[in-house]
């Protein structure tokens, strides 16, 4: 049985990721609410479509927000 590699985490911390999660813990407690729950609500419905957009939407949200970076109230308070 073939297992899938990990991923890079978004959040851009150089953390690899479990294939099954989406972002390491502590970027992904960084990420807005308002991002964090379209991402587990459509996980949950299997609603893939809404699902690719939320993590899109929150990829961009780290590219805007960088670690280090100055962070913005962007899409909810961190």
């Not at 992904?28 to 809404?50: F, G, M, Q």
Request: hydrophobic content about 35%; aromatic content about 8%; overall charge positive.
């Amino acid at each position: 049985m073939a297992t899938n590699p990990p991923h890079d985490c978004p959040g851009g911390c150089g953390t690899q990721v479990a294939y099954h999660l989406f972002a390491c813990r502590s970027c992904w407690r960084r990420l807005p609410a308002v991002l964090r729950t379209p991402i587990n609500e459509s996980w949950r419905k299997k609603d893939h479509r809404a699902h690719r957009a939320a993590m899109l939407d929150a990829r961009d949200w780290y590219k805007a927000n960088p670690l280090g970076g100055a962070r913005t109230k962007a899409g909810g308070d961190v």
